[in-house]
């Protein structure tokens, strides 16, 4: 579904190189959250209240990258698309998606790909801005910062905050006079397009934009979006999955989930054979990259023989907080037909959640029968562990 004749036009420019976030491909590329910076930004041009035309501005060789992009974010939308690539400059990018606008339309948008996670109530607010006034309308924020004028690492003045603020995207005009503000600019470079748009003589009016609307420059940015998008920043989080498996011994005392059951069959190992313990630590262990139980210091020593799970759990988690993890949380299943776990699940779940240090639940299964666990001979414990680096 597409419409043919839309009134509004966003130019995306999204060919910057992306040279302050560091990374190896051109930022609007870059995946925040499993997603493009572009598809993100282009997305919400497709839940927008009526349908426009998309001109997406990208570098040389990613335009069939980008109209894929463009193609999906915008798939149930009434918007139409183009791709074109830009210049060497932002001002120069604008221009290129200026000279395609279609022939109905009679406001121009001009947005970063970098705002990628500016809500759609911005676009309308400026639409309907440019539409009631006939002026320019751009998006701002209040400064919250004390601002105050440099010369060579020295002070040499502090700025009356009360009268800025800082703009954002999209900027939105009237084409015509957007259109002569750019011929009228020539060949000087302007950072934005209200920029380009009073140098022309034209008014420009302010509408509120919106703190989520902020420009992806650096690092630190897009961990910042990447904590917005998912709650936490997903780039500090690992998983680790670990097993261990125990044959009963003889003698009576189990000690399994940090729990004594006097009435079962011990596990046989080194220390008290607490497979539950052993599984969630080698779980903890490997999600950080610290390998496994076996390599953490002094587990072989004969000071360790009989030694309680909860020594290697702590252990565990000391190792962990030392190279700047810390738990999110932990669950294990216990594979087994004795001993009967449920009614006891909840006690485990407390006496293991405060070894670890977060949340550690636990669930319990047979094995119909088959194999060591079904036959009875032993325990199996599979763990897993979501740990997250800390900033
Ligand atoms: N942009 C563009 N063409 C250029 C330069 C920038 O289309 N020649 C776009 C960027 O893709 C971005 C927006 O303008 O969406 C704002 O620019 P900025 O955040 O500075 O992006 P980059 O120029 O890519 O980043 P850097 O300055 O760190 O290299
Ligand atoms: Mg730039």
Not at 122 to 141: D, K, L, M, Y
Request: proline letters at 4%; one cysteine or more.
């Amino acid at each position: 579904m597409s419409h043919d004749s839309p009134r509004v036009a966003v130019i995306v420019v999204a060919a910057g190189s992306g040279v302050r976030l560091g990374q190896s491909i051109p930022k609007a590329f870059v995946e925040l959250a499993g997603m493009t910076l572009l598809e993100r930004a282009v997305g919400a041009l497709g839940h927008l209240s009526q349908g426009v035309q998309v001109i997406v501005v990208v570098p040389a060789d990613f335009e069939a990258q980008a109209d894929d992009v463009a193609k999906r974010a915008l798939s149930e939308s009434d918007c139409i698309h183009l791709i074109t690539v830009g210049g060497a400059t932002r001002h120069e990018s604008v221009q290129a998606g200026l000279s395609l606008l279609a022939p109905s339309v009679d406001t121009v948008l001009v947005h970063d790909a970098a705002r990628s996670l500016t809500p759609g109530d911005v676009f309308e607010r400026v639409i309907a801005g440019v539409a009631t006034s006939g002026h320019g309308v751009i998006p701002t924020v209040p400064i919250a910062d004390t601002i105050k004028t440099v010369s060579h690492s020295q002070v040499t003045g502090t700025v009356d905050r009360s009268t800025l603020v800082a703009v954002q995207t999209p900027q939105g005009f009237p084409r015509r006079d957007l259109e002569h503000a750019y011929a009228h600019a020539g060949g000087a470079d302007f950072t934005d397009d209200a920029g380009v748009f009073s140098n022309a003589g034209l008014t420009v009016e302010t509408c509120p934009g919106d703190a989520n609307s902020f420009k992806i420059t650096t690092p630190s940015d897009l961990t910042r979006a990447n904590t917005l998008l998912l709650g936490v920043d997903g780039a500090s989080l690992r998983t680790g999955t670990a097993t261990d498996t125990h044959a009963f011994g003889e003698a009576m005392g189990l000690r399994l989930a940090g729990l004594d059951w006097p009435n079962e069959h011990v596990l046989s190992g080194h220390s008290d054979g607490d497979a539950v313990a052993h599984a969630i630590v080698d779980a903890l262990l490997v999600a950080a990259g610290l390998g496994d139980i076996g390599g953490m210091v002094g587990i072989d020593d004969p000071a360790y023989a009989g030694a309680s799970g909860e020594i290697f759990v702590r252990e565990a988690v000391r190792g962990l907080a030392e190279a700047g993890f810390t738990a999110v949380n932990v669950t294990a299943q216990l594979i087994g037909n004795r001993p009967r776990f449920a009614a006891r699940r909840l006690e485990a779940e407390q006496v293991l959640s405060g070894w670890v240090g977060a949340p550690v639940t636990l669930s319990a299964t047979t094995t119909d029968g088959l194999g060591l666990t079904g036959e009875g001979r032993g325990i199996s414990v599979i763990a897993t562990a979501l740990i997250s680096h800390n900033a």
